[in-house]
């Protein structure tokens, strides 16, 4: 019924920037928070921001925080993840999630409603 659409993914050097989107595409639902998560090869989901939707409040994992920012445009329902700096290690396939309703944890995957199919960010050394 929801769809989650992630695109703005692509190679880019150490140092780079590069900007993703996330639109929700069907039916229409209220948001809690939205938030984006990633995953390398071998390795388990991550979280990296949430967005509280109404306040708009942000949280990002220490791994991220001061060169990425979450933002999101209410008319849209859409979100983004503004990636500076960015490192080898940032490698990863990028999803975003809705978490419709407040739930015990916005930094577990496991908690999250509907998820995107991804997008993949590479970063070169």
């Known amino acids: 019924q929801v769809q989650l659409v992630e695109s703005g993914g692509g190679l880019v050097q150490a140092g780079d920037s590069l900007t993703l989107s996330c639109a929700v595409s069907?039916?229409?639902?209220?948001?809690?928070?939205m938030g984006w998560f990633r995953q390398a090869p071998g390795k388990e989901r991550e979280f990296v921001a949430v967005i509280f939707w109404s306040s708009g409040i942000t949280y990002y994992a220490d791994s991220v925080k001061g060169r990425f920012t979450i933002s999101r445009d209410n008319a849209k329902d859409s979100v983004y993840l503004q990636m500076n700096s960015l490192k080898p290690e940032d490698t990863a396939v990028y999803y975003c999630?809705?978490?419709?309703?407040?739930?015990?944890?916005?930094?577990?995957?496991?908690?999250?409603?509907?998820w995107g199919q991804g997008t993949q960010v590479t970063v070169s050394s």
């Open positions: 999630a809705a978490q419709k309703v407040a739930r015990r944890s916005t930094v577990d995957a496991g908690r999250y409603d509907c």
């Open positions: 069907g039916r229409t639902f209220s948001t809690y928070a």
